[in-house]
């Protein structure tokens, strides 16, 4: 069994909105996009600060071991490593 200081909780929609922004730098563990797994990731662009049309209000992150690429992730799909 998985000790419960390990367990991450996933936020809703609402509690998503309350939370603050997760600054650039900032290791994360994010969904992968196309899947169901959460993968450690580091925040390049937040929210606020992202540009791009198709993904405002989207995190840009780089994940590890991805070749060095970027995706977008919903605010929602991005947690805070403690």
């Known amino acids: 069994m998985v000790p419960i200081k390990s367990v991450i909780p996933i936020p809703n929609?609402?509690?998503?909105?309350?939370?603050?922004?997760?600054?650039p730098n900032q290791d994360v563990l994010a969904l992968y996009p196309g899947t169901t797994c959460f993968y450690k990731a580091t925040v390049v662009v937040s929210p606020?600060?992202?540009k791009d049309p198709e993904y405002l209000?989207?995190?840009k992150v780089r994940f590890e071991d991805d070749n060095?690429?970027?995706?977008f992730v919903s605010p929602r799909d991005v947690l805070r490593v403690k």
């Open 13 to 23: 929609e609402s509690e998503v909105r309350l939370l603050p922004e997760i600054p």
């Open 48 to 50: 606020s600060k992202n």
């Open 57 to 59: 209000g989207f995190y």
């Open 68 to 71: 060095n690429e970027t995706q």
